[in-house]
């Protein structure tokens, strides 16, 4: 009986050991934004247990006779109200997708971000046929900032992109993990540049040009 008594605690511990590792791998964030801006570090995650929210926007424009957009992959601070702004935020917006009547295909889509090295863009907007990201911010001030100036030895990097099949209620997505480096500048053109550095994020982007 002892050693009966003896084997049930053990078994007991071992299960609630098991059961609080599989709490803490559920509350790690899927998705956030992390490093240095200005010296000071900081790390925003998405779970339950925080405020900061990740989501997909959209621009586009026709030049030229052409329709093209961007598609924006931001983290952001959840306000006590949905008709306050919410800051502070980071966004990269990946750029420049060619619409085809009003529509960018599943096929074209997934294989626009690909892994490697990218570029900062000099402008906003994008252009067509080309590739490259602007790394946008607002502090909690409301105050916005991004990373169209010079960026020299400014690096960024994709390290892996993950297809997610569209869902009820959403289109197919793009997680997207990358690190980046870089200056950051005011928009309204007021004040020194800020520095991010050591920056690692997952976040996603969603195909809103599906619309079919």
């Given at each position: 009986?002892k050693?009966?008594?003896?084997?049930?605690?053990?078994?007991?511990?071992i299960l609630?050991?098991?059961?609080?590792?599989?709490?803490?791998?559920?509350?790690?964030?899927?998705?956030?934004?992390?490093?240095s801006?200005n010296g000071?570090?900081?790390?925003?995650?998405?779970?339950?247990?925080?405020?900061?929210?990740?989501?997909?926007s959209?621009?586009?424009?026709v030049?030229?006779?052409e329709?093209?957009?961007?598609?924006?992959?931001s983290?952001?601070?959840?306000?006590?109200?949905p008709?306050?702004?919410?800051?502070?935020?980071?966004?990269?917006?990946?750029?420049?997708f060619?619409i085809?009547?009003?529509?960018?295909?599943?096929?074209?889509?997934?294989?626009?971000?690909n892994?490697?090295?990218?570029?900062?863009s000099?402008?906003?907007?994008?252009?067509?046929?080309?590739k490259?990201?602007?790394?946008?911010y607002?502090?909690?001030?409301?105050?916005?900032?991004?990373s169209i100036?010079?960026?020299?030895?400014?690096?960024v990097?994709?390290i892996?992109?993950?297809?997610?099949?569209a869902?009820?209620?959403?289109?197919?997505?793009?997680?997207?993990?990358?690190?980046?480096?870089?200056k950051?500048?005011?928009?309204?053109?007021?004040g020194?540049?800020?520095?991010?550095?050591?920056?690692?994020?997952?976040?996603?982007?969603?195909?809103?040009?599906?619309h079919?």
């Open positions: 009986m050693k009966n008594i003896t084997l049930f605690f053990l078994a007991l511990t609630l050991t098991a059961c609080k590792k599989a709490n803490k791998d559920e509350l790690s964030a899927e998705y956030y934004f992390k490093g801006l000071t570090a900081f790390n925003w995650e998405e779970t339950e247990e925080t405020q900061w929210r990740v989501g997909t959209s621009s586009s424009s030049l030229y006779g329709g093209i957009g961007s598609l924006t992959a983290i952001e601070k959840e306000q006590s109200h008709s306050l702004e919410r800051k502070p935020s980071l966004g990269v917006t990946f750029q420049t060619t085809v009547e009003s529509n960018v295909s599943p096929a074209v889509f997934n294989s626009f971000v892994a490697g090295t990218w570029a900062y000099a402008t906003a907007g994008g252009s067509p046929n080309t490259n990201l602007v790394v946008e607002m502090d909690e001030q409301g105050k916005s900032y991004n100036g010079s960026q020299t030895g400014s690096t990097n994709i892996a992109v993950t297809p997610m099949a869902i009820y209620g959403s289109k197919e997505s793009l997680k997207i993990k990358m690190s980046l480096n870089c950051l500048y005011a928009v309204d053109g007021n020194a540049p800020l520095t991010m550095s050591n920056a690692e994020a997952v976040l996603y982007i969603e195909n809103l040009f599906n079919n």
